[in-house]
Nanobody
Framework: QVQLVESGGGLVQAGGSLRLSCAAS????????MGWFRQAPGKEREFVAG????????YYADSVKGRFTISRDNGKNTVYLQMNSLKPEDTAVYYC???????????????????WGQGTQVTVSS
C-alpha cells in the first residue's frame, strides 16, 4: 500500500510559478512510476506529466510541455511538479498518482494508476 500526500498548491498570478510536491509512504518508492493529473471544475481528470521509476522517461501533456517539469527525489520519497509560466487555464485540482511495482500500463492513462493523493488546488488569476 502506498499513501500519497500533495502540497504546494495555492493562488498565483498568470506568468508565475509554483512547485507541487507529493510525498509517498512505503519502501518501494524508488521502484514505482509516478504521475500528475489535474481536474478542472466540470471537466474530467486529465494527464499532466509522468515519470518512470528510473527517471529516464518522462511524458508531458502538450498543453504543459516547455512550462512544467516533473522530477523525483528517491531519498525523500517525493515527486515534484515545477510549474512555470502559469496560465489561467492551468487552474485545477492537481493529483499525484503512483503505480504498483510491476505495473507496466501507460504512464499517460488515468486507469493505469493504483494509488492517488487527495489533491491540491492551484488557482491562476489573470
Amino acid at each position: 500500500q502506498v499513501q500519497l500526500v500533495e502540497s504546494g498548491g495555492g493562488l498565483v498570478q498568470a506568468g508565475g510559478s509554483l512547485r507541487l510536491s507529493c510525498a509517498a509512504s512505503g519502501r518501494t518508492f524508488s521502484s514505482i512510476a509516478m504521475g500528475w493529473f489535474r481536474q478542472a471544475p466540470g471537466k474530467e481528470r486529465e494527464f499532466v506529466a509522468g515519470l518512470s521509476a528510473s527517471s529516464r522517461t518522462t511524458y508531458y501533456a502538450d498543453s504543459v510541455k516547455g512550462r512544467f517539469t516533473i522530477s523525483r527525489d528517491n531519498g525523500k520519497n517525493t515527486v515534484y511538479l515545477q510549474m512555470n509560466s502559469l496560465k489561467p487555464e492551468d487552474t485545477a485540482v492537481y493529483y499525484c498518482g503512483a503505480k504498483r511495482v510491476g505495473n507496466s500500463r501507460p504512464l499517460t492513462k488515468l486507469s493505469s494508476y493504483d494509488y492517488w493523493g487527495q489533491g491540491t488546488q492551484v488557482t491562476v488569476s489573470s
